[in-house]
């Protein structure tokens, strides 16, 4: 994947497109060359599940419950229970780094896809928690918005981890 936050057509479904991988890029970019226990580290007191193998993890799900869960209606299969809400974040530190960049990457060509080949106008099959029934369009905004955060805390854990910046 490209990273560049420059779309080659500067139309709707190109931007956001665009717009979408370029953060997903950038996410990746921040745990390249990262030793597997810096992967695992939680350097927040107050947030003992916020790791870069955690948030790569978080990621992956989100997307995973946007397009597949809410948009195309599918049963939902995460990981997160009643009980641990979280736990996307928490079995992440017990998985290989590679492993979870490599499932990120292959889940995000999939949902690529789904993209491209679909009306942004598209109701998703399922509504969300107040009954109100979103489009494509508002899951790749809401999915641009949520990894754009996450790049600032993974971009904030990787200088904690080992001094690396930028990306």
Avoid at 33 to 44: G, I, M, N, T, V
Wanted: hydrophobic share 40%; aromatic share 8%.
């Amino acid at each position: 994947m490209t990273r560049t936050d420059m779309p080659a057509v500067l139309d709707e479904r190109t931007s956001l497109a665009t717009f979408l991988d370029y953060t997903r890029a950038t996410a990746l970019a921040k745990c390249e060359d990262l030793a597997q226990e810096d992967a695992r580290k939680a350097p927040l007191p107050g947030s003992p599940l916020m790791t870069l193998a955690g948030l790569i993890s978080h990621l992956r799900w989100v997307e995973y419950y946007w397009f597949d869960v809410v948009f195309l209606g599918g049963e939902d299969e995460g990981p997160w229970t009643d009980e641990d809400p979280d736990r996307e974040m928490r079995i992440a530190v017990d998985l290989p780094l590679v492993e979870l960049l490599d499932d990120y990457r292959q889940l995000t060509d999939r949902y690529r896809e789904l993209v491209a080949g679909t009306d942004l106008d598209a109701v998703a099959r399922r509504t969300v928690r107040d009954g109100r029934q979103i489009n494509l369009r508002w899951i790749v905004l809401h999915l641009i918005e949520e990894t754009a955060r996450h790049n600032g805390h993974l971009d904030l854990l990787r200088e904690l981890a080992d001094g690396s910046t930028g990306a």
